[in-house]
């Protein structure tokens, strides 16, 4: 009779301490946890190449290899096709909300039109002077939110803080030509985007030959991710 009254206590004992508790996970949680996921799996490194074009001749004359991660953005920009003992200097154009572009994720030229909802921005990368090869190789960072490079003020554009989002951006990597260099005007050249400039063509129009002549010639474009 014992083992009887026992046995009561013992199944009861079991349904408290041998099965696992469940919490209800309410469709809102659920959301945020896929939110948190999708922002985490945004951030990893990430990889991407694009052709780069003199855009003057049309001609293919390198590769662009751009790496994002949570901190900014990184480019290596390898080209051929430049003028020995030239100045040339890279160049950012972030545009950060590519999907207000007229084709949404292809912006161009005349989306500068549309600044205000683009947040387009123009910044500094690096500059150097060309080989004898006419080969160019620019390395560069920037990082999330530095606006430290920008040019917005030559253009009257607003500034709109840098980078905003390294993945969701739409990267062009501009080359643009200061022609010869000048001596006692190197470091302008390299340096700032109207360095060493007296005549200024318009983009991608024509390729600066003499001193004191500059134009954008070449890029290469990285879409949002």
């Known amino acids: ?18 099965c696992e508790s469940y919490t209800p996970v309410s469709p809102e949680s659920e959301l945020a946890i896929a939110e948190l996921q999708l922002d985490a799996a945004a951030k990893v490194n990430t990889k991407s190449t694009a052709d780069i074009f003199n855009f003057v ?41 590519p999907e207000n572009c007229a084709t949404p994720g292809a912006c161009v030229e005349s989306d500068f039109a549309n600044a205000l909802n683009v947040e387009v921005q123009l910044l500094y990368a690096t500059g150097s002077i060309a080989g004898n090869n006419g080969k160019g190789n620019f390395s560069a960072h920037l990082k ?20 905003q989002d390294a993945h969701a951006a739409e990267i062009h990597a501009v080359l643009r030509s200061h022609g010869p260099k000048i001596p006692g005007q190197v470091g302008e050249q390299i340096n700032s985007y109207e360095g060493g400039c007296v005549v200024n063509f318009p983009a991608f129009t024509e390729i600066p030959d003499e001193a004191g002549e500059c134009g954008d010639i070449i890029a290469a474009i990285h879409g949002p991710l």
């Not at 999330?144 to 980078?163: A, K, Q, R, T, Y």
């Open 57 to 97: 001749t049309g001609d293919l004359i390198g590769k662009s290899t751009l790496h994002r991660n949570g901190n900014g953005i990184t480019v290596n920009f390898k080209t051929t096709g430049l003028m020995p003992g030239h100045a040339y200097t890279l160049w950012w154009v972030v545009w950060n909300k």
């Open 1 to 18: 009779m014992k083992t009887l009254k026992l046995l009561p206590i013992l199944l009861i004992t079991g349904l408290l301490f041998g």
């Open 144 to 163: 999330e939110n530095d606006d430290s490079g920008s040019v917005h003020e030559i253009f009257g554009l607003p500034n709109f803080g840098g980078l």
